[in-house]
């Protein structure tokens, strides 16, 4: 049994044309006997992290190693060694072959390893009975329940005793009851010295983890006052990948929003002016910058929190925010506004002039009446005109 170290690691790949980066500078070391959880919606990279310790996934730069084992240096020959020696794979959708029994999906990885079959049979019964599954081993999996299922995977993965486990969402499929039997079987798992690496988005399984590595960091819930910044004309305010917690409004200048694209070129997405604002989405939904962003003459923006950002333009909603589309403003602006208005009203009233009551004998003006040229009814000449 060894450690597992990740140094610097870097996934870069290409999805509609652009570049992607799951991981990106990743660093992690797991002492043998340990329970590490990776913690994080669907799209963060928990997958990807767990195909590049399995092998089954070159990463783009940095080192991964298990004990004295630099898996980023082995060929295809030493990494299917590696695969087949070293890693047990436990699949979100257990993967077992629907024809075959319990028994004989566990007894699959043995007889690849050229297990004799009496050999094989012999080492799969007895983890099927581990599992707690010794009266289900002539079953297929059709006529298993999802717990079931999930740990004659477990078995299957663990056939040649390797020192590193790797389970993807374990739990994803099953109820409660299943949950608290394959529960129990993972964190026996790391009780053999093993190190065992779980990918989910699954909360309730925490308790079991000696390291919980959140995918995807949580942002201080503190506020703070909005950050004023000005730019040299090409200074780049944040990147494509990075993690930030503000909203930028445009107060001077044009700022471009470019994106990078797979072989190394940029594409210009938009650029926002005076007025304009951008990079709600991440802080939104923590989630990585999606766009670089770089002053396209001197510029002067303002970065909000998400609290702030609220607070400056109003209570709006979040599609309202996401779409762009024109955003009421808070009651302050709003009142200062009608403040405004009444008292150009009042200037106006107080400079228009009085018409003249001499020409009325009982001094009543068309105003005081409710008589104006608008109201009066139309007579038979008017309709004329």
Same mark, same amino acid.
């Given at each position: 049994?060894?450690?597992?170290?990740?140094?610097?690691?870097?996934?870069?790949?290409?999805?509609?044309?652009?570049?992607?980066?799951?991981?990106?500078?990743?660093?992690?070391?797991?002492?043998?006997?340990?329970?590490?959880?990776?913690?994080?919606?669907?799209?963060?990279?928990?997958?990807?992290?767990?195909?590049?310790?399995?092998?089954?996934?070159?990463?783009?730069s940095g080192r991964i190693e298990f004990g004295d084992v630099d898996?980023?240096?082995?060929?295809?020959?030493?990494?299917?060694?590696?695969?087949?020696?070293?890693?047990?794979?436990?699949?979100?959708?257990?993967?077992l072959v629907a024809s075959l029994t319990a028994l004989e999906n566990?007894?699959?990885?043995?007889?690849?390893?050229?297990?004799?079959?009496?050999?094989a049979r012999q080492r799969a019964t007895e983890l099927l009975e581990?599992?707690?599954?010794?009266?289900?081993?002539?079953?297929?999996?059709?006529?298993?329940?999802?717990?079931?299922?999930?740990?004659?995977?477990?078995?299957?993965?663990?056939?040649?005793?390797?020192?590193?486990?790797?389970?993807?969402?374990?739990?994803?499929?099953?109820?409660?009851?299943?949950?608290?039997?394959?529960?129990?079987?993972?964190?026996?798992?790391?009780?053999?010295?093993?190190?065992?690496?779980?990918?989910?988005?699954?909360?309730?399984?925490?308790?079991?983890?000696?390291?919980?590595?959140?995918?995807?960091?949580?942002?201080?819930?503190?506020?703070?006052?909005?950050?004023?910044?000005?730019?040299?004309?090409?200074?780049?305010?944040?990147?494509?990948?990075?993690?930030?917690?503000?909203?930028?409004?445009?107060?001077?200048?044009?700022?471009?929003?470019?994106?990078?694209?797979?072989?190394?070129?940029?594409?210009?997405?938009?650029?926002?002016?005076?007025?304009?604002?951008?990079?709600?989405?991440?802080?939104?939904?923590?989630?990585?910058?999606?766009?670089?962003?770089?002053?396209?003459?001197?510029?002067?923006?303002?970065?909000?929190?998400?609290?702030?950002?609220?607070?400056?333009?109003?209570?709006?909603?979040?599609?309202?925010?996401?779409?762009?589309?024109?955003?009421?403003?808070?009651?302050?602006?709003? =009142? &200062?506004? @009608? #403040?405004? $208005? +009444? !008292?150009? *009203? /009042?200037?106006?009233? %107080?400079?228009?002039?009085?018409?003249?009551?001499?020409?009325?004998?009982?001094?009543?003006?068309?105003? =005081? &009446?409710? @008589? #104006?040229? $608008? +109201? !009066?009814? *139309? /007579?038979?000449?008017? %309709?004329?005109?």
């Amino acid at each position: 049994m060894g450690d597992l170290r990740i140094k610097d690691l870097v996934v870069e790949y290409s999805s509609g044309g652009y570049a992607v980066r799951p991981i990106d500078g990743l660093g992690l070391e797991v002492a043998a006997g340990s329970l590490v959880i990776l913690l994080g919606p669907s799209g963060c990279g928990k997958t990807t992290l767990l195909s590049c310790l399995g092998g089954i996934l070159s990463p783009t730069s940095g080192r991964i190693e298990f004990g004295d084992v630099d898996v980023t240096a082995l060929d295809r020959r030493a990494l299917a060694r590696y695969r087949q020696e070293t890693v047990g794979i436990v699949f979100q959708a257990f993967n077992l072959v629907a024809s075959l029994t319990a028994l004989e999906n566990v007894m699959v990885p043995l007889r690849a390893a050229g297990r004799s079959r009496r050999a094989a049979r012999q080492r799969a019964t007895e983890l099927l009975e581990r599992v707690g599954l010794a009266d289900r081993m002539q079953h297929r999996p059709g006529d298993l329940s999802g717990g079931q299922q999930q740990r004659v995977a477990v078995a299957r993965a663990i056939a040649l005793d390797p020192p590193l486990i790797l389970a993807d969402e374990p739990t994803a499929h099953l109820d409660f009851i299943q949950v608290e039997e394959v529960l129990r079987l993972i964190r026996e798992l790391a009780a053999d010295d093993r190190v065992v690496v779980v990918a989910t988005h699954d909360t309730r399984i925490l308790p079991l983890a000696d390291r919980v590595v959140e995918m995807v960091p949580h942002f201080s819930s503190v506020d703070r006052p909005p950050q004023t910044l000005r730019l040299d004309p090409g200074e780049v305010l944040f990147e494509q990948g990075t993690i930030g917690d503000l909203i930028y409004m445009v107060d001077d200048g044009e700022l471009e929003i470019v994106r990078e694209l797979a072989d190394g070129d940029e594409e210009v997405v938009t650029v926002a002016t005076v007025g304009e604002y951008f990079g709600e989405i991440g802080p939104l939904f923590a989630l990585p910058r999606s766009a670089t962003v770089r002053a396209g003459t001197a510029a002067t923006v303002t970065g909000y929190t998400v609290q702030a950002f609220r607070e400056r333009l109003g209570n709006f909603a979040l599609r309202d925010l996401i779409e762009h589309r024109d955003l009421e403003p808070t009651e302050d602006t709003k =009142d &200062t506004k @009608d #403040t405004e $208005e +009444d !008292t150009e *009203d /009042t200037e106006n009233t %107080e400079e228009k002039p009085a018409e003249n009551p001499e020409e009325d004998p009982a001094g009543d003006t068309a105003e =005081d &009446t409710g @008589d #104006t040229a $608008e +109201d !009066t009814p *139309d /007579t038979p000449d008017n %309709e004329a005109d």
